[in-house]
């Protein structure tokens, strides 16, 4: 059994082992406090009856950019303590933000991830997330992807146009380069 309510200030001393994740970044309290007064409702957290914190997620709400006017939920951190894993705790939090999402008629949901953090990639793509963009170097150690899951109002999946250019455009550059790669080193040998 557990508990979601909202995010409150005392989690934040609660999430020490999560802290050192490879795959959950770094941020500071005013990073967290921050979150927290401009989208109060937006966070939430799972916890064991014990009181331990099991997962959370922080979420925004925002406008997208000029030309792209939809409003939109991000999910800006979202993380499941080792214990607690594969339990469903994620896809719980996940489902709550896009509830909420929905209640309040936002377009999507957008969030970004770790090229290599296969584990949240299958979570986000078993809730129906898709790849909208690549993010070269966007971490400090690795590329990223942005995903997106279009909601109820986005009815024609406007939300998606330009997504598969983007994402065809990077491969088919970084199979050329490879091939490139091959060919020069196959030169170099011979
Ligand atoms: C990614 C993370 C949030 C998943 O949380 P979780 O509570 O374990 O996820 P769920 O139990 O809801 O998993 C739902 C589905 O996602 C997929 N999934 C989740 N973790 C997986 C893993 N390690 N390997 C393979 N599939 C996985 C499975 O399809 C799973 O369904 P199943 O258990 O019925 O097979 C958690 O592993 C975590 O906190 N990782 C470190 C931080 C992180 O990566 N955050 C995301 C940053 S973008």
Not at 3 to 22: H, Q, S, Y
Not at 62 to 68: M, N, P, S
Request: charged share 20%; hydrophobic share 45%.
């Amino acid at each position: 059994m557990s508990i979601v309510r909202e995010f409150c200030f005392t989690d934040m001393f609660k999430f020490n082992r999560l802290a050192w994740d490879p795959f959950i970044e770094d941020y500071n309290l005013s990073f967290f406090v921050t979150k927290m007064l401009q989208f109060p409702m937006l966070s939430q957290a799972v916890l064991a009856p014990n009181e331990q914190l099991m997962g959370y997620l922080l979420g925004e709400s925002d406008k997208a950019a000029a030309g792209d006017h939809q409003l939109y939920g991000h999910v800006s951190v979202l993380a499941v303590d080792s214990e607690y894993r594969r339990l469903g705790v994620g896809s719980k939090l996940l489902e709550r933000f896009h509830q909420l999402m929905e209640q309040q008629q936002k377009w999507y949901v957008s969030l970004y991830v770790r090229m290599n953090n296969r584990s949240a990639m299958r979570l986000y793509e078993s809730l129906g997330y898709v790849k909208y963009s690549w993010l070269p170097n966007f971490y400090p150690d690795d590329h990223g992807y942005s995903l997106r899951l279009p909601l109820a109002t986005d009815v024609a999946g406007k939300t998606l146009q330009g997504q598969q250019f983007i994402i065809k455009f990077y491969f088919i550059i970084m199979h050329v380069m490879l091939l490139i790669r091959a060919v020069l080193k196959f030169v170099l040998r011979h």
